[in-house]
T-cell receptor
């Protein structure tokens, strides 16, 4: 089955700096890569996703890049703000699989220091 | 439109006690899931229901049972709670129309087994 590794497990940045979280996956058939954000004590929520026919996707201050050859994808947050402090989970799923086969990384706790 | 509603939010059990976690969604979704979240372990799938009338095991099903009561409701039962089941439990749902779907999570249940 799919294996998703996420790094780093914790990340501290100064407000205004950029943050990058990286994930690698094992199944070359994976074609959908969502990112979920979980604020302290809250539920995970989808913030951005990317499909394998796209190399990069942006949404305001967040972006995700995908390198299918190397089997890794990354979340980029620019101009970080205190409200970006949360745990971020990457995930991957092979095309045509059931949505229950979504495999999550172990999470990255991002702290933005004012 | 409440989304995914879970009850209870907190629960303390003694080893050997039983309990049922309730989950309901009002988005007319076909698929529902139960995940557990442990520190440093990410989100792990316990059971899922791809559609009304079906249930199946996920990655960590031992010690749990589920019931898809109807299209809206999906419950998780611990028959004989063990300290290893201390965790945060999340119910989730998705449309169930494809493999690359957004998951909608409930607010979670923090369970402690003493």
């Amino acid at each position: 089955g799919e294996n998703v590794e996420q790094h780093p497990s914790t990340l501290s940045v100064q407000e205004g700096d950029s943050a990058v979280i990286k994930c690698t996956y094992s199944d070359s058939a994976s074609n959908y890569f969502p990112w979920y954000k979980q604020e302290l004590g809250k539920r995970p929520q989808l913030i951005i996703d990317i499909r394998s026919n796209v190399g990069e996707k942006k949404d305001q201050r967040i972006a995700v890049t995908l390198n299918k050859t190397a089997k890794h994808f990354s979340l980029h947050i620019t101009e970080t703000q205190p409200e970006d402090s949360a745990v971020y989970f990457c995930a991957a799923i092979p095309s045509g699989a059931g949505s229950y086969q979504l495999t999550f990384g172990k999470g990255t706790k991002l702290s933005v220091i004012p | 439109n409440a989304g995914v509603t879970q009850t209870p939010k907190f629960q303390v059990l003694k080893t050997g006690q039983s309990m049922t976690l309730q989950c309901a969604q009002d988005m007319n979704h076909n698929s529902m899931y139960w995940y557990r979240q442990d520190p440093g372990m990410g989100l792990r799938l316990i059971y899922y229901s791809a559609s009304e009338g079906t249930t199946d095991k996920g990655e960590v099903p031992n010690g749990y049972n589920v019931s898809r009561l109807n299209k809206r409701e999906f419950s998780l039962r611990l028959e004989s709670a063990a300290p290893s089941q201390t965790s945060v439990y999340f119910c989730a749902s998705s449309e169930g129309q494809g493999w690359d779907e957004k998951l909608f999570f409930g607010s979670g249940t923090q369970l402690s087994v003493l």
